[in-house]
């Protein structure tokens, strides 16, 4: 038996959705959110993004903005997501 603690993918925020937040005082676009399937069947995710002043920045996660937008996008994400999983075609 394989033990599978989680799956993951990434989607992208559409420019309308995106937010902004602050992490040690720099302020960041969250353009990302990382979707994590749970063992128990719920998902938890973080949003990601770049440092509104540019460069680098540090890679930090921050908290998912809840609304019913960004609720759709990650439930429409995670059955996308599902299918690509179903339809995988093996290592390549």
Do not use: C
Request: aromatic share 8%; no cysteine.
């Amino acid at each position: 038996m394989v033990d599978i603690n989680a799956l993951a993918f990434n989607v992208t925020i559409p420019d309308h959705l995106r937010w902004r937040d602050e992490r040690r005082g720099e302020e960041f676009e969250l353009q990302s959110i990382t979707v994590r399937l749970l063992a128990d069947g719920s998902l938890a995710a973080k949003a990601y993004g770049k440092p509104v002043a540019g460069g680098r920045g540090a890679y930090v996660s921050f908290n998912v903005r809840r609304s019913p937008e960004i609720d759709a996008l990650i439930a429409d994400a995670a059955a996308a997501a599902s299918g690509r999983w179903a339809e995988n075609t093996g290592l390549a």
